[in-house]
């Protein structure tokens, strides 16, 4: 990870949602960012390059970052007070228990997952983010008209999200947005993205509206 100044903790607090200790029951978004301004949430945002862009360009929407790496919610929390960007809150939790645990239905503008870990060995599958609850935790936390949106670079896996996502039956696919072919390195969606269109490797999209 690129050195940068560390900003000291207690800058970062603002744009910190703790949850560990915090008894299971559906968040107020008004009183998490202050404002009844709409939510979207990205899961499992690596470095933060979406959500840094999103959020600005965007800031009349609240963004929450659900991440399972506590060094990567700092990381991001560092870049996010560096910038002031109000509109931005970051959990360190299981996205999946987090759903299941603190979000409420018909809350959520939209939720964006890309590149999420493929979990290659069987063994090892049961740690995916998408299982039949996670797909229905989101259609449950999306209001109507709301947006799920899934990038991967791993064509099964992105099969099986699609799958997931079919037996869903408030689910329907949505069109993509147009993609621009990238002019430079920050005009890609994701750090993973960057590396993997740069490797030349096939890249699975899918959209889908919450009815
Ligand atoms: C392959 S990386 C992709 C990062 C970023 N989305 C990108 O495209 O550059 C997957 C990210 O999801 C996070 N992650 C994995 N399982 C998660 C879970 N259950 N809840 C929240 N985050 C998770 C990982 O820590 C990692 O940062």
Same mark, same amino acid.
């Given at each position: 990870m690129r050195r940068a100044v560390r900003l000291p903790l207690q800058a970062l607090e603002p744009y910190l949602l703790e949850v560990k200790d915090r008894v299971p029951g559906p968040l107020d978004w =008004? +009183?998490? *960012? %202050? @404002?009844d301004r709409p939510v979207e949430i990205e899961? %499992? *945002?690596g470095k933060g390059m979406f959500l840094l862009a999103a959020a600005q360009e965007r800031p009349a929407t609240n963004f929450l970052g659900i991440e399972i790496e506590r060094t990567f919610q700092l990381y991001v &929390? @560092? !870049?996010v007070a560096k910038r002031s960007l109000a509109n931005v809150r970051? +959990? #360190?939790a299981d996205a999946r228990l987090f759903f299941r645990d603190y979000v409420a239905d018909g809350s959520v503008e939209a939720i964006h997952v890309f590149f999420p870990d493929p979990w290659w060995k069987t063994r090892h599958r049961k740690r995916r983010l998408f299982t039949p609850e996670f797909a229905a935790a989101c259609t449950r936390a999306l209001r109507a008209g709301g947006k799920l949106h899934v990038v991967s670079d791993v064509a099964d896996y992105f099969a099986d999200i699609e799958q997931l996502i079919a037996a869903q039956p408030a689910l !329907? =696919? +949505?069109p993509l947005a147009t993609q621009e072919e990238p002019r430079h390195d920050m005009d890609y969606l994701t750090n993973f993205e !960057?590396?993997?269109r740069k490797e030349g490797r096939p890249? #699975? !999209? %899918? &959209?889908w509206v919450r009815e």
């Amino acid at each position: 990870m690129r050195r940068a100044v560390r900003l000291p903790l207690q800058a970062l607090e603002p744009y910190l949602l703790e949850v560990k200790d915090r008894v299971p029951g559906p968040l107020d978004w =008004p +009183a998490v *960012f %202050g @404002n009844d301004r709409p939510v979207e949430i990205e899961v %499992g *945002f690596g470095k933060g390059m979406f959500l840094l862009a999103a959020a600005q360009e965007r800031p009349a929407t609240n963004f929450l970052g659900i991440e399972i790496e506590r060094t990567f919610q700092l990381y991001v &929390a @560092n !870049r996010v007070a560096k910038r002031s960007l109000a509109n931005v809150r970051l +959990a #360190c939790a299981d996205a999946r228990l987090f759903f299941r645990d603190y979000v409420a239905d018909g809350s959520v503008e939209a939720i964006h997952v890309f590149f999420p870990d493929p979990w290659w060995k069987t063994r090892h599958r049961k740690r995916r983010l998408f299982t039949p609850e996670f797909a229905a935790a989101c259609t449950r936390a999306l209001r109507a008209g709301g947006k799920l949106h899934v990038v991967s670079d791993v064509a099964d896996y992105f099969a099986d999200i699609e799958q997931l996502i079919a037996a869903q039956p408030a689910l !329907r =696919p +949505a069109p993509l947005a147009t993609q621009e072919e990238p002019r430079h390195d920050m005009d890609y969606l994701t750090n993973f993205e !960057r590396k993997y269109r740069k490797e030349g490797r096939p890249i #699975c !999209r %899918g &959209a889908w509206v919450r009815e």
